[in-house]
């Protein structure tokens, strides 16, 4: 009686098992062109001896095609190789993605006639049968195949190479320019010339008057803002000790000089 009830309880988890994961070799049918999603492919290792490659099955006219399969996010380690047949059986072959073990996610070849039907097997192929993942699949022929294609991602390494030389580059150059000593200006050239009355100070008018001397000015031969001539004919006097450059507007100072 014991060993009836024992029977039940492991028939009964075997088929819980079944139930939980429905992944055995059941086959699926695929449509020419278009891809079929979210396919659960598990390890070779993987518990309850639920491993079961996919197969797939589909009818295509003659021509030149291939089988694609993407890993979705997350499932990029997942390695897997395929196999073409005319039977399900797999043994009439008519074309195999790669020999040995490692990933083999695209297989090429062609049909002689229209309404032919293939049959795909889809399996885990790292050399210690532990990846698995969910992957997307397809059959494509040349006129579908490149629009589907993904461009494979660029490496990250590279990038980041790129990103720090830039980033040193930029740095040695500004520790380089901090460092260089900068030049020093040359010193402006000085002109000595008569100024008008409305150029000096209201405080020295009357002495002015008396000592023509005191009219006398300092004043660049540039402007020290644009570098403008300031010809003695041409300067214009906008006030006590102060000159307009005639070409950018900015204010010049002079000094007295006496003579």
Not at 7 to 16: H, M, R, V, W
Not at 59 to 83: D, R
Not at 120 to 132: K, M, P
Request: hydrophobic residues 40%; proline residues 8%; charged residues 20%.
């Amino acid at each position: 009686m014991k060993k009836c009830r024992s029977i039940q309880a492991i028939t009964l988890f075997a088929l819980f098992l079944f139930l939980l994961f429905p992944l055995t070799s059941s086959l699926t049918e695929l449509t020419p062109n278009q891809i079929l999603e979210d396919q659960v492919l598990l390890n070779r290792e993987a518990p309850y001896d639920m491993y079961s490659p996919k197969t797939y099955n589909v009818s295509l006219n003659a021509g030149h095609w291939t089988v694609m399969i993407e890993p979705k996010s997350g499932s990029s380690l997942l390695e897997v190789n395929i196999t073409i047949a005319s039977d399900i059986n797999m043994t009439n072959i008519i074309a195999v993605s790669g020999t040995g073990y490692g990933n083999f996610p695209e297989v090429n070849f062609t049909i002689v006639s229209d309404n032919t039907t293939v049959y795909i097997l889809v399996h885990e192929n790292s050399l210690n049968g532990d990846t698995a993942g969910i992957f997307s699949i397809g059959v494509y022929d040349d006129a579908h195949f490149h629009s589907w294609a993904v461009i494979p991602p660029t490496p990250l390494f590279p990038i980041l190479l790129i990103i720090s030389i830039l980033v040193l580059a930029i740095l040695l150059r500004a520790i380089l320019v901090r460092k260089t000593p900068k030049e020093p200006r040359p010193e402006p050239k000085i002109q000595v010339v008569q100024a008008p009355p409305k150029a000096i100070p209201e405080k020295y008018q009357r002495r002015t008057d008396e000592d023509d001397g005191l009219r006398m000015v300092r004043i660049p031969t540039e402007c020290p803002k644009c570098g403008a001539p300031l010809s003695p004919e041409e300067i214009d006097w906008v006030g006590p000790l102060e000159a307009k450059c005639g070409y950018c507007g900015a204010t010049v100072r002079a000094q007295f000089e006496r003579i």
